[in-house]
């Protein structure tokens, strides 16, 4: 084994841990925000984290049993990210499932770095709107709150449209 493929044990938290590996991004944005106007930056951040979701989505799809929308919506079911985020699930029929988030690592970690808000969303969540859609194109989600914008929690709607794949 050559010796940059031997694993090295590292103690961290995981609150470290999605800092570091968020680090680069961050530091970029911050460079960006002295080269550029905020309306165009938050544009460009939602054309990266749009392809970012549409990734996440057509990977999930690609590696699920099946594209329905409860296999969708079983990724976010509790234990799920239970050490990323505090949720609930809210609402859970054939056609709908809600999660009530109330913390968030991700949110979290963008304002500290004074990134929170819309440019912080557009970086990091946006990319939720594009993901159900990549998995299967009759999912959607809404959502009007979001702790990184500063809300007291995200609330993710997952809608199952019905429309033909």
């Known amino acids: 084994m050559h010796k940059f493929d031997v694993e090295v044990e590292q103690r961290t938290t995981l609150r470290r841990q999605i800092a570091s590996e968020n680090r680069a ?59 990323t985020l505090t949720h609930e699930v809210v609402e859970d029929t054939a056609t709908v499932f809600e999660l009530r988030v109330t913390e968030c690592v991700w949110a979290a970690t963008y304002r500290d770095a004074g990134l929170g808000g819309e440019i912080g969303h557009a970086a990091v969540c946006h990319m939720d709107y594009s993901w159900p859609p990549a998995f299967n194109p009759s999912i959607k989600m809404e959502r009007s709150k979001t702790l990184m914008q500063g809300h007291e929690c995200c609330n993710h709607r997952y809608i199952w449209t019905g429309e033909a794949l």
């Open 25 to 83: 991004l961050i530091e970029f944005i911050k460079t960006l925000q002295g080269e550029m106007d905020e309306k165009e930056l938050i544009r460009l951040l939602q054309v990266y984290s749009s392809e970012v979701g549409r990734r996440v989505g057509t990977r999930q799809a690609s590696n699920s049993p099946d594209m329905s929308f409860q296999t969708f919506v079983n990724t976010f079911r509790p234990p799920r990210y239970a050490n």
